[in-house]
């Protein structure tokens, strides 16, 4: 078998480290999460934890931008506007689906972000920066005449992400009672009335 080179290497720890980063959060709350636990965890020392991280707070905002990205896959396919926003939509409720403790990580950490003076920053900036990529897609649809002119970017965004955390929140509570595979259509056919020509 092939020796793995050092980038190899240095990108199986560092997807060890945030992998059980995401278990303590899971099972323990952000609280739990320090350096030494993580490294421990995940079978390095606390030094390698600091090596590739530098610290907690840096490590959390790598879990955070590592469990929202690419949960939706084909979407640079398809052209901006109203199909590539309901695919979003759909991807996002979809994932809900998905028992993998990255996804359950990334709500329990929006939702301690809300007391959470360390984390509240960190989700600010995800959230806006998911309000920018809907708005572009509000306006590209405006623009392309898939979506209806008097729609405001601004305010769909902001009802989209508090719609999908909400359901988010919800499935983390009472996962019996929220069932993405069925809700995504729900929701995706709610917003192509809404927003359609």
Not at 81 to 91: A, F, K, Q, V
Request: proline share 5%; aromatic share 4%.
């Amino acid at each position: 078998m092939p020796r793995r080179s050092q980038q190899e290497r240095r990108d199986q720890a560092s997807a060890a480290l945030v992998e059980a980063a995401a278990e303590l959060v899971v099972e323990q709350g952000v609280r739990a999460v320090t350096l030494a636990a993580v490294g421990e965890r995940a079978g390095y020392s606390r030094g390698l934890v600091t090596h590739h991280f530098g610290s907690k707070a840096a490590l959390l905002e790598h879990l955070a931008r590592a469990t929202q990205a690419g949960f939706v896959p084909g979407l640079d396919a398809l052209p901006p506007g109203l199909e590539r926003l309901l695919r979003l939509i759909d991807g996002y409720v979809r994932q809900l689906g998905n028992a993998s403790v990255l996804s359950r990580a990334f709500v329990l950490l929006w939702a301690e972000s809300m007391t959470d003076p360390e984390l509240a920053p960190l989700f600010r900036e995800r959230d806006e920066a998911f309000r920018a990529d809907l708005r572009a897609e509000i306006a590209a649809g405006i623009a392309g005449g898939d979506i209806r002119e008097n729609v405001e970017p601004d305010e769909v965004a902001v009802a989209v992400v508090g719609q999908l955390r909400g359901i988010a929140l919800q499935r983390l509570l009472a996962p019996e009672a929220v069932r993405p595979n069925r809700l995504r259509h729900t929701v995706t056919d709610t917003w192509r009335r809404a927003l359609s020509r």
